[in-house]
């Protein structure tokens, strides 16, 4: 059995000729939660969409549990940002979830009861099963992130690729999306997720691949995750970090000062 879920050897991509992604050689193990971390502009959203297959790197190739990424449609679900979905778009929610279940139908098959019946369970397990029969563009930007999270484990696929899905959402969301996380880690799946908050890698993955234009470093969180690595990431730009989180923990101390005296 191949351990290595995602394998990356000298993967070079470049839009109008600047390079974006660099001489990039990485492999993620299978079962693992990796997240993809580093300063904005530094790959992150390119490498899924490389992974994925939409687009063709300049140079190296991708293999997704030995194959070629370009032939693995079936292995691999997807949740994209928020801001790249038109909420618009006059669909249902659980017609939004059935849409992970085309793929395996295959051509001129349509969905029927079974379909239905799984995209159902797939909503219930992100709690949004009550909201089925609402338009998408209805619904909060937590719970439109549910929604297309649903879908993508209508799709079944052995791999999930997360873009920012933890971005602007509210806490119930949060939560439930970590329940996900944990429940896919339990059956084995392997979820690769852009991820912004430093604050909580070590407590979501146990995997991190650190990116700036070029691998920087990636490994178990435990032993990949240290602030050397983190300023070889980012540069200056980890001071300010440091600052913003240590203003938010001020503020949290402050609001659960102000709860316990308020008892």
């Known amino acids: 059995m191949n351990q290595t879920a995602i394998e990356i050897h000298d993967l070079t991509m470049a839009y109008r000729e600047k390079p974006v992604l660099w001489d990039i050689d990485v492999e993620i193990p299978k079962g693992s ?32 549990f ?52 799984w995209a159902l369970e797939c909503l219930a397990a992100v709690g949004m099963a009550d909201y089925r029969s609402r338009q998408i563009g209805e619904l909060s930007g937590g719970q439109q992130q549910r929604v297309f999270i649903a879908r993508a484990l209508a799709q079944d696929a052995k791999i999930i690729l997360m873009d920012e899905p933890f971005a602007g959402v509210d806490a119930a969301t949060e939560d439930t999306i970590r329940s996900v996380l944990a429940d896919l880690k339990n ?19 146990d995997h991190v691949l650190l990116l700036n234009l070029r691998l920087v470093a990636a490994g178990p969180t435990e032993s990949t995750f240290t602030r050397e690595n983190l300023l070889r990431t980012y540069g200056g730009q980890l001071t300010l970090l440091d600052e913003a989180a240590e203003a938010v923990r001020r503020i949290r101390s402050g609001r659960s000062m102000g709860k316990a005296g308020g008892k």
């Open 33 to 64: 939660l990796c997240a993809v971390v580093g300063p904005n502009g530094a790959g992150k959203s390119t490498l899924l969409s490389c992974i994925l297959g939409t687009h063709k790197p300049a140079n190296g190739w991708i293999k997704v």
């Open 66 to 117: 030995d194959v070629p990424s370009e032939q693995s449609d079936e292995l691999i679900g997807f949740v994209p940002q928020r801001e790249s979905v038109d909420w618009d778009f006059p669909i249902q929610v659980l017609d939004v979830v059935m849409m992970g279940t085309y793929r395996r139908l295959g051509w001129f098959r349509w969905p029927g009861k079974a379909q239905r019946d």
């Open 187 to 205: 059956d084995e799946r392997t979820v690769v997720i852009v991820h912004h908050d430093l604050q909580t890698i070590e407590d979501y993955f």
